[in-house]
């Protein structure tokens, strides 16, 4: 219970935490949503590649707008570019820094799809499956055009009656996916060896510019939320002003229009403070209803001068 | 326990976050919704267009509405919208806000199950396999049918077990094709729901940050304000009961005194805090009188000043006021013993 809480509280402490947090299970969302998926290639001849394709590129963009949509700094840093100067000058190497952490940080959910895709195959398998060259693979070396794009298109499904049994589907199958994994290998050897470099390197250009940008752009994360909060601690306190001097404001009234004689002896009673004069079916009926047909105006200056 | 607890306090602490929470629920729940919901095609010519478009169309409308019920502030909206004038302006722009905010929230659970049924292609399959192109799928050798018996054929697609129209087009590369039209459906409605909201949230820093923000302060205002209000009420509210009940009592063990007539006695000055709190109630016969007349006779909703001081029953000093005079002789006439 007590690590859970620890857990939690760290990653409330640091936005930045709070981003990784995110950015992590975006990754493991896209995972799941594509062993969610059914995919069922066409197996046609002309929507082969719009379907593989388009499940292979379609889904990386939306995660990665997700992923700049779900990332609160992305409005911070929007925020901080469009302000108008005012007294405080804007630094542009603050904005580049924040941008590029957004950025990072948003396509690492697109990549692993894109990852998962390519070492899983089906989808290379249904784009290119049309594509193949029917002279390399015996079973198709001597059909006529048309029967042999209708064979290669139907490769990806496995059941269909027309090609269920044939070696040359289960030839072309291995030899795509084969690709498809080399390809996806390779692409994220590429990227590991690449995020590896650039924070190796990192420090040797520029180390000072960078410490000052990201202790900027941690400063106007902060500043803002301390600022939300602030409002929201100052509309409370206005809130109970107003209502205060509402009620004030009633008992007024009811002792200018009431003939009662004062009250003697203010004995023991806290309760009689808590009551503020109000103490009668229909006194309580005029407050709720004044609170509703004339809500008191937005201004407490006059209670602080009492 | 404690975990939920604090899962629960984090949320609440919020009122965004517990929206956010509440948005995120109803997302999940239209998920569960759409796989425990057991899906049958019809397989009747006509009746398979409406049975899959209703069963697109029909829930997320349902959950919209839903996601406006579940959001306490819909109420907040409409007092604020209806309300006089009164002393205070009312803003438009502040209630576009609140409008937007909540409508903004109430769409995620339908986009959620319009693009879990659209991914999963079964209600596309169902409503369009009549209009399959018999031309680019169907098999060269079959004998003519009328429409209408072709018809009757390609709308038991969904349902293999009674598919009868093998010659005419293979019920694999049927339902293979209608999933695949499906898939993109959904894929473009996903892409399209995310580009909006995309520029939704980054347009608007651009435009109308200023006004934004005093949107944002005055309806968190208009929540807190409401709520305090309620409190302060129900604060007003417990000490009149309070004081209406002392009062009450107070009344009973003078008036059942007065009808007695003997001598009052009077509170031996080291009674202490029991005998205080027994407001001259001292037995068995008086307190089934006061029960009895709570229950038949409430007291007015009408406090007067304290003419007595609390611990015991004399009716000596200080005067009462006029109003509340007439209803105690009332009740004392009723009740006395005499």
Known sequence: MDRFRMIFQYFQSNSESVMNGICGLLALASVKMYTSLDFSCPCLPQYNMAYGLGVMFVPPIILFLCGLILNRQSLVMLEEWRRPAGHRKKDLAVIRYMCSSIMQRAMVAPVVWIIVTLLDGKCLICAFSGSMDPQKFVGFANVSTEQVQQLLAKVPCKDDELVRNNASRKAVSRYLRCCSQALGWSILLILIIAAFLARWLRPCFNQATLLQARHWSNYIDIEQKIFEETCCEHSRLFAHKCILHFFESMQQEIKLHSFSLPREGDGAEGEEDLLQGITDQDQVNNLLKTWYYEKPPLDVSQAHQR | ?338
């Open chain 2, 1 to 338: 326990m404690d975990k939920f607890r604090m899962i629960f306090q984090f949320f609440q602490s919020n009122q965004e976050s517990f929206m956010n929470g509440i948005c995120g629920i109803m997302a999940l729940a239209s998920t569960q919704m759409y796989s425990a919901f057991d899906f049958n095609c019809p397989c009747l010519p006509h009746y398979n267009l409406a049975y899959g478009l209703g069963i697109l169309l029909v829930p997320p409308f349902i959950l919209f509405l839903l996601g406006f019920v579940l959001n306490n502030n819909i109420s907040m909206l409409a007092e604020e919208w209806r309300r006089p004038r009164g002393r205070r302006g009312k803003d438009a722009a502040v209630l576009r806000y609140m409008f937007c905010s909540m409508a903004q929230r109430a769409m995620i659970a339908p986009a959620v199950w319009v693009s879990v049924t659209l991914l999963d292609g079964k209600c596309i399959t169902c409503a369009f396999c009549t209009s399959v192109p018999l031309q680019t799928l169907g098999n060269a050798s079959h004998p003519p049918l009328s429409q209408g018996e072709v018809q009757r054929v390609l709308a038991r697609i969904p349902c293999k077990e009674i598919y009868n129209g093998q010659q005419l087009v293979a019920n694999e590369v049927a339902v293979r094709y209608l999933r695949c039209i499906s898939q993109a459906l959904g894929w473009c409605f996903v892409l399209l729901m995310t580009t909006l909201a995309f520029l939704v949230r980054s347009l608007r820093p651009c435009f109308s940050q200023a006004a934004f923000l005093k949107s944002r302060y005055w309806s968190h205002y208009i929540d807190i304000e409401r709520k305090l209000f309620d409190e302060t009420c129900a604060e007003h509210a417990r000490s009149f009961a309070k004081v209406c009940i002392q009062q009450f009592f107070e009344g009973m063990s003078t008036d059942l005194v007065a009808a007695r007539c003997h001598l009052p006695r009077k509170a031996p000055a080291d009674a202490g805090e029991a005998a205080e709190k027994l407001l001259g109630i001292t037995d068995q016969g008086t307190m089934n009188l006061a029960l009895k007349s709570w229950h038949r006779c409430k007291p007015p909703l009408h406090l007067h000043p304290p003419a007595l001081p609390t611990g015991n029953g004399w009716a000596g000093e200080g005067q009462p006021p006029r109003h509340p005079s007439a209803p105690r002789k009332e009740t004392a006439a009723y009740y006395s013993w005499v």
